[in-house]
T-cell receptor, first 113, second 111 residues
Framework: DTEVTQTPKHLVMGMTNKKSLKCEQH?????MYWYKQKAKKPPELMFV???????INESVPSRFSPECPNSSLLNLHLHALQPEDSALYLC????????????FGPGTRLTVT | SQQGEEDPQALSIQEGENATMNCSYK?????LQWYRQNSGRGLVHLIL?????REKHSGRLRVTLDTSKKSSSLLITASRAADTASYFC???????????FGKGITLSVRP
């Protein structure tokens, strides 16, 4: 199984809502990533988890809270988002952090109203 | 800021033609990777070339790497309409470091 799954595919939320994005992989990868991508721009790294521990946080606002409950799952908890946070959120995984290709999920299209 | 910079930013070719995309970068790398993204979808890994490799092939794809010039090229031979997508190069400094994407190239293949 070489697939990374993400749920939901689409999410519309108000600025006072709390929601979560979920990501799952069963490839035995020990590194997982969250990226944010705006239209016609490259993905921007948000967080890296290595062996279920947060190893990189790219100065992301605290309204985004990542969680890695186990080696297969990665969550991104969202709270009090702003309209400018509307974007495609991509999850990826790789065998280890650094030096390996990354496998991406299809993304969650987030709209903040 | 992006590490890789692709050239050209947009490319339009006829089906059957070859497409060449270039990527330049600034600092030392462990490897360089190319990804494809269809509109609004996730990225698909195409090929990874390590710093000690000069050329790599995968099907209709050929990637070269010149570390002295800090540049890479992706050649897609005999292009198809299904190759229409955005292509990104990404540089990887190595262990415990992050992948940094270039701005991307939009490839349109006309049937």
């Amino acid at each position: 199984d070489t697939e990374v799954t993400q749920t939901p595919k689409h999410l519309v939320m108000g600025m006072t809502n709390k929601k979560s994005l979920k990501c799952e992989q069963h490839m035995g990868h020990r590194a997982m990533y969250w990226y944010k991508q705006k239209a016609k721009k490259p993905p921007e790294l948000m967080f890296v988890y290595s062996y279920e521990k947060l190893s990189i946080n790219e100065s992301v606002p605290s309204r985004f809270s990542p969680e890695c409950p186990n080696s297969s799952l990665l969550n991104l908890h969202l709270h009090a988002l702003q309209p400018e946070d509307s974007a495609l959120y991509l999850c990826a995984s790789s065998l280890l952090a650094g030096g390996y290709e990354q496998y991406f999920g299809p993304g969650t299209r987030l709209t903040v109203t | 800021s992006q590490q890789g910079e692709e050239d050209p930013q947009a490319l339009s070719i006829q089906e059957g033609e070859n497409a060449t995309m270039n990527c330049s970068y600034k600092t030392s790398i462990n490897n360089l990777q190319w990804y494809r993204q269809n509109s609004g979808r996730g990225l698909v890994h195409l090929i990874l070339i390590r710093s000690n490799e000069r050329e790599k092939h995968s099907g209709r794809l050929r990637v070269t790497l010149d570390t002295s010039k800090k540049s890479s090229s992706l050649l897609i031979t005999a292009s198809r309409a299904a190759d229409t997508a955005s292509y990104f190069c990404a540089t990887d400094p190595g262990a415990n470091s992050k992948l940094t994407f270039g701005k991307g190239i939009t490839l349109s293949v006309r049937p």
